[in-house]
T-cell receptor, first 112, second 110 residues
Framework: DAMVIQNPRYQVTQFGKPVTLSCSQTLNHNVMYWYQQKSSQAPKLLFHYYDKDFNNEADTPDNFQSRRPNTSFCFLDIRSPGLGDAAMYLC???????????FGPGTRLLVL | QKEVEQDPGPLSVPEGAIVSLNCTYSNSAFQYFMWYRQYSRKGPELLMYTYSSGNKEDGRFTAQVDKSSKYISLFIRDSQPSDSATYLCPDLYNFNKFYFGSGTKLNVKP
């Protein structure tokens, strides 16, 4: 089945220690997104790639970066995680020709 | 950016009840309307998708759009405990970009 895969499902890191979350997709969609979702809050868009074009949201902290080496993979890098970065990180994809987005299961990040 | 408003709930109903969930939006340019369902500790999944005004039915779920009132609704008939989740209606004004409202948390009690 075509899907959006996120690894790992749970990630524990230390305060200030860089961490990378990964997302892969078998849908061959050209748009990939990263969302941050804190407890009891709605998902908040951090940035997205339209093919290789990176689009950052205005209020996304510089601490968050992303890479998309090819169509299938996208990475979220948190350069110096703070306690406030503990959240669920969701990856989603969409085709440029349709409005719907398909979400992965998320990676839950814990910062100690 | 806040184009969509939702009652955050939680909404608690007994099993078998009819549930009505609502979103109001401010931008009349909206053309596409979606409902996503998110179970606890899972990613959102597309539940219903509709274009423009009118009703769309899928099993126990009905999505209703009233563009004149800028109001969209999701009705769940014969609600089940498995319907307990948070229901999200994203802002689709910017094509290919979602901005989510607060979501409405639904709890269906057996």
């Amino acid at each position: 089945d075509a899907m959006v895969i996120q690894n790992p499902r749970y990630q524990v890191t230390q305060f200030g220690k860089p961490v990378t979350l990964s997302c892969s997709q078998t849908l061959n969609h050209n748009v990939m997104y990263w969302y941050q979702q804190k407890s009891s809050q709605a998902p908040k868009l951090l940035f997205h790639y339209y093919d290789k074009d990176f689009n950052n949201e205005a209020d996304t902290p510089d601490n968050f970066q992303s890479r998309r080496p090819n169509t299938s993979f996208c990475f979220l890098d948190i350069r110096s995680p703070g306690l406030g970065d503990a959240a669920m990180y969701l990856c989603a994809t969409s085709s440029a020709s349709e409005e719907t987005q398909y979400f992965g299961p998320g990676t839950r990040l814990l910062v100690l | 950016q806040k184009e969509v408003e939702q009652d955050p709930g939680p909404l608690s109903v007994p099993e078998g009840a009819i549930v009505s969930l609502n979103c109001t939006y401010s931008n009349s340019a909206f053309q596409y309307f979606m409902w996503y369902r998110q179970y606890s500790r899972k990613g959102p999944e597309l539940l219903m998708y509709t274009y423009s005004s009118g009703n769309k039915e899928d099993g126990r779920f009905t999505a209703q759009v009233d563009k004149s009132s800028k109001y969209i609704s999701l009705f769940i008939r014969d609600s089940q405990p498995s319907d307990s989740a948070t229901y999200l209606c994203p802002d689709l004004y910017n094509f290919n970009k979602f901005y989510f409202g607060s979501g409405t948390k639904l709890n269906v009690k057996p």
